[in-house]
């Protein structure tokens, strides 16, 4: 399970020494399907996404995730 912010938004499953992700909430579906070398840089993806996707400071969004 992949948590942001304290909420579940996602899982992820390996696929070829990745990690494939997959969405369960709707701020985060544009993710969807996205493959990442590891943990950190699926967490620095939506942190970039909710900064982009919200409108927030990205340092706010940061913190939060």
Known sequence: MVEFGG????????????LRFVAVKFHVHALDGGLYAT???????????????SGDDPARVAAAG
């Open 39 to 53: 943990m950190e840089e699926l967490r620095a993806a939506i942190r970039e996404h909710l900064s982009r996707w």
């Open 7 to 18: 909420q579940p938004v996602g899982i992820v499953v390996p696929e070829n020494g990745r």
